[in-house]
């Protein structure tokens, strides 16, 4: 699939960027340096911090459970203090949301079909009228927002996308949103004669940013590099190829005298605390009030952004947006400040890393070995390097044949954060069949399956999250 968002490679590139000796660690528990932002920019204790941020990171992985498990029922995820809520569309999956530790909430439309409203918005971009200034689904409200300075231009655009109008809430908004160009966010890089943006995440062979900071071909220095693509409006995202001589380095700039290690691109839900890296203004944090949102530039406008408390300030354009330490995105632009405060949209980065068919950086660290935990004596073994979305085949792309009866087992050694899918399909004279899986919020899957003898392929899936894998397979 061909979206390409960087999931979780938050990393500050600089040109030659060698680690100097005694250069500080980076922070692998998306730790001290989020902790004392989160502190500052929050106003809480080191204790509430703490307690913070391990109950959103339970809270998040629960959620992309409870999607997985209630299909076209669930209706979104968001934190309420501490609580995660969930919205399902009949009470029955409300027995399932309250088992997984979660609160239902029961409401009319699913995301599926708030996502179908967006879409339908979005397909008419090409007409928006002056002072609409964005849209976004707003899972806690069960609805879409249209976000606009003059509510008879938000109920224009509204009724001539032909949507529910049940489903859409017109909100009054002073909000003018503006791509943030002129200074670098994570570590600067400058395009060109002299223009400045920020690094969002490295990924393998250079680093993904901010599609309105530069078009594809354009030159940049520090690192050295070229826009290998970039897509703006509709999208907001790029990468840049850097040249030889350039270290990419999983980690983030916290602008404290630190680094906040990556270690993947698992989203965060709605409510979340995440924290944005720019060279502008550094480090600072706030809490995901929205994903899937449509903003309006002056250039057009760009869907499917991440709407945040966090500010922003122009110059922050491309940086990098992390969840402790999953990364979220890259900075594409806002309204408001860091003086008075403000709301700053970011391209989602496995939406980028998936387009470009890139690799996220994690942690500096080089790829797993192949193996992992997995089997010790495996009968046959493969690895790949998979976006968010895309699926991959083993063993090499091919399948194998088993002669007899017996059992089948698949061990599957994911990237650290992310969330892939094992399956293993059966041929059946027509087609694949799948006849075992596995399918845990975990990066790491087993399945054993006993079988008859036949043509056997493996399905590995990356259901969120991007980067390397290894499979281990026995048969009979």
Known sequence: MGILVAALGTAMVTALAVPAAGAPEPDRAG??????????????????????????????????ELRKQLGDDYAGGWLKGDTLVVGVTNAEAAGSVREGGAEPRLVERSVAELDAVQDTLDANR????????????????????????????GERFVLASGVDRDAVRVVRSTESPRPLIDVVGGNPYYIGSGSRCSVGFSVNGGFVTAGHCGRTGASTSQPNG?????????????????????????????????????????????????????????????????????????????????RTTVCAEPGDSGGSLLAGNQAQG??????????????????????????????????????????????EEADLSGSGNLGSGQSGYQPNGSYYRSTGSGTHTGCLDGPSGADFDLYLQKWNGYNW????????PNADETLSYNGTAGYYRYRVHAYSGSGQYTLDMTNP
């Not at 270290?247 to 995440?274: E, P």
């Open 433 to 440: 069949a799948n006849v075992a899986s596995s399918t845990s």
């Open 31 to 64: 730790g001290d340096g989020m902790l004392a932002a989160v502190q500052r920019h929050l106003g809480l204790t080191e204790d509430q911090a703490r307690s913070r941020l391990a109950a959103e990171k339970q809270a998040s992985t629960t959620n992309l």
């Open 226 to 306: 070229q826009f290998a693509g970039s897509s703006f409006p509709g999208n907001d995202y790029a990468w840049v190829r850097v040249g030889s001589g350039n270290t990419m380095v999983g980690a983030v700039n916290n602008y404290a005298g630190g680094r906040v290690a990556v270690g993947g691109s698992q989203d965060a839900a709605v409510g979340s605390t995440v924290c944005r890296s720019g060279s502008t203004t550094g480090w600072h944090c706030g809490t995901i009030q929205a994903r899937n949102t449509s903003v309006t530039y002056p250039q057009g406008t760009v869907s499917g952004l991440i």
């Open 330 to 375: 890259v900075t594409s632009g806002g309204s408001g400040n860091c003086r008075s405060g403000g709301t700053t949209y970011f391209q989602p980065v496995n939406e980028i890393l998936q387009a470009y068919n890139l690799t996220l950086i994690t942690n500096g660290d080089e790829p797993p070995p192949g193996g992992g935990d997995c089997q």
């Open 126 to 153: 090409d007409a928006v009228p002056a002072g609409v200034a964005s849209w976004y689904v707003d899972v806690t409200t069960n609805t879409v927002v249209v976000n606009t300075r003059s509510v008879a231009a």
